[in-house]
């Protein structure tokens, strides 16, 4: 398996603070990596600088084998990017909204609205892509961000805590979602997340990440076994809160 | 880009403040241009064989304003209103990060809704003279010539760009400033500064500069009033009065208030008293349009620079 994101040594400062210091990482192909930490640990900060929209004060970070600093476009054409609360044009329609994203991706027309169609039904929102967007609930608007990316047929997605303020059938359908695609479309996922239990559910391996240090990388059988020995469960919320302690 | 001045534009021609603002423009345009038909109407009668009388249409007072001024005055507005929101509202809805996780290149962003707004604003100002040379018509009766449509051509184009620089300002203002408040309440507190307090201001730093103790002594006066009305060409506003007022005027020899004439001078200048030919009013304004355009793209360069650096975060 191929390495599709590669960092080394990514640091990117603020007026003197750091924000993520020295970061390695890498995340193979068709695997979905959760990256956990507390709030203002950096995640974003990282994912923002994988995709360009932010300059690392120092290191590197290598996306499907481009330099998002240098060459962020061809980056931008095969990452879906899932914003924590995206937002959408509130006077357009779901389908509309699709429709712009498409045209930005300069898909041609017949296939644009297959796409559409098929990213909307994938997501479940086939029935109310003719709606206003404004009058979406936030489930509703948090799947229709995933069929945003669908549209672009994206090798990878690096979704920012998916399934911020969603009720519990929310959440359920949302993780439900997101292995499907990464099980029936080989689609690599990268997600990053506070609640643990969900990312416990879904990822074959994690990150942890506090105050802008990765602290811990690997699956979470490795990482239980590392810090409480054969004999403890593996629960995700002790081995977080023993790093977390420690940090 | 395309997609995005076309989204652009779909979004401005069905947004409720454009309309509004569109309405507005024309009803006083139509209004006063009627006034100012009246009154043109009222002076010629008894002059023998008056030239340009069409462009007198634009350039004489109704009862307030001429259209010229009113363009100068209100221009800036439109622009206003079409950019002040630009960027910090895709900020503001958090779509400004999804849209540049596109594949598409930054400047795009800008570059696409700055095209739009200025078809905007070209459309919108292109339907205006033209709706009111149909009125005028009908209610002066003359046929414009050859060469006045060409100088109504050149002084469109002239206020096009002239609006366009309010637009480059207020985008660069969306930039810069997150809130979309601030933004607007910036670009208006500049609009009013170099229409109402220009002047002022010129006159101050001129008096500072190069004071005038006495009122007789002509160099004193003349070097006073040249820095006024130097410091006065900061504001573009000024700068578009003073261009298109020989372009609607070919009478107008000079885009400067100060005119030392000899006493001989003076009388060959009343003997000899015709209009001008376009290229020639062209020639005299050159420098105000080269130097509004300048402004436009210190703004734009400004824009970029900071847009380009910005982090995109949505919350």
Known sequence: MAAIIQTRGLTRRYNGQTAVEDLSLEVQEGEIFGFLGPNGAGKTTTILMLLGLTEPSAGTARVLGYDPVRDPLPIKRQVGYLPENVGFYDDLTGRENLRYIAELNCIPEPEATAKIESALATVGLAEEGDKLVGAYSRGMRQRLGIAELLVKDPRLLILDEPTLGLDPDGTNKMLDLIRDLNRTRGITVMLSSHLLDQVQRICHRVGIMIKGRLVALGTIEELARRKMGEAAGLDLQEIYMRYFKEA | ??????????????????????????????????????????????????????????????????????????????????????INRERHLRTLGKLLSQPIFRDAVINGKFLAGVITVALVLTSLLLLLTGMGLVILGVVPGLEEIARLAVYLLISIAYVSFWLGLAILFSIVFRSLATSALASVALWIFFSFFMGFVADLAADAVRPVYNRRDLQQVVANQRLAHAVSLVSPTALYAEATGPILDPFQRSTSRLLLVTPLEGLSLERFRGPLPLDQSLFIVWPHVVLMTALTLICFGIGYVTFLRQEIRTT
């Open chain 2, 1 to 86: 880009m395309w997609t995005i001045c076309r989204k652009e534009l779909a979004d401005h021609f069905t947004s409720i403040r454009f309309l509004l603002l569109f309405c507005l423009i024309f009803m006083v345009a139509l209004v006063s241009t009627y006034m100012a038909a009246e009154n043109v109407h009222k002076a010629l009668e008894g002059v023998a064989k008056p030239s340009h009388v069409f462009l007198l249409l634009f350039n004489t007072p109704g009862k307030f304003f001429s259209l010229v001024q009113f363009v100068a005055f209100f221009g800036p507005l439109l622009g206003i209103i079409m950019g002040f929101d630009a």
